[in-house]
């Protein structure tokens, strides 16, 4: 199994930037490869939604919404990837999840793993 730590989460004002970082680490066995980690939020009432996602040959997926003012990269030395979040807006308000597709030396396929959530809110 693996464990997504988040940090970085807070309190912005609009037009600031926060940095997102999620390290992954297997509780049970050794990390054999990361295909692809990402990031996705949830704000109250909606849907959780893709914000971002890295693969393991650093192709990037971004929602249009952030498109242009977040960036996503990964350390794979460190099994950890990153959201930097620049020129925040309110909307941008919600919690942000962790997400790797992770393959250990205990599973036979890659499978998808959650962090526990951090929660970014930025104020006008």
């Known amino acids: 199994q693996v464990q997504l730590v988040e940090s970085g989460g807070g309190l912005v004002q609009a037009g600031g930037s926060l940095r997102l970082s999620c390290a992954a680490s297997?509780?049970?066995?050794?990390?054999?490869?990361?295909?692809?980690m990402g990031w996705y939020r949830q704000a109250p009432g909606k849907q959780r939604e893709l914000v971002a996602r890295i693969t393991g040959f650093g192709t990037t997926i971004y929602a249009d919404s952030v498109k242009g003012r977040f960036t996503i990269s990964r350390d794979n030395a460190e099994n950890t990837v990153y959201l930097q979040m620049n020129s925040l807006k309110p909307e941008d308000t919600a919690v942000y999840y962790c997400?790797?597709?992770?393959?250990?030396?205990?599973?036979?396929?890659?499978?998808?793993?959650w962090g526990q959530g951090t929660q970014v809110t930025v104020s006008s």
């Open positions: 297997a509780t049970s066995g050794s990390i054999i490869s990361i295909n692809a």
């Open positions: 997400n790797g597709v992770v393959k250990t030396s205990t599973t036979f396929l890659p499978s998808d793993y």
